[in-house]
């Protein structure tokens, strides 16, 4: 993520919610690695679940201090909707 991205926290939390255009939320947790934010547990999983290719573009919105909204749109622009599907009950996000 941009390091401008941490200047909306005080604190960068450790986790967060990614919410889909669903709906869904799926839990990850963040690392500090090299100056730079980065999603670590959970974002391999939840890259695969959504089918996430090379080539295809992600954005994140900050909706709450730990909830980012995220879009995927594939390499002809056109936004991927997917339902919740099936995946690991350790990074479901419970409401």
């Known amino acids: 993520m941009p390091l401008d991205f941490t200047k909306h926290f005080v604190v960068v939390p450790t986790e967060f919610k990614l919410r889909n255009n669903t709906g869904c939320s799926w839990k990850v947790t963040v690392k500090l690695m090299n100056g730079r934010v980065t999603l670590d547990q959970g974002w391999a999983t939840y890259a695969a679940v959504h089918q996430i290719k090379i080539g295809y573009m992600v ?13 995927i749109f ?7 909707v997917n339902k919740c599907g099936k995946h690991d009950e350790a990074f479901d996000a419970k409401e």
């Open 74 to 80: 594939d390499n002809d622009g056109i936004e991927v």
């Open 59 to 71: 954005t994140f919105k900050l909706l709450t201090p730990d909830t980012l909204k995220v879009i």
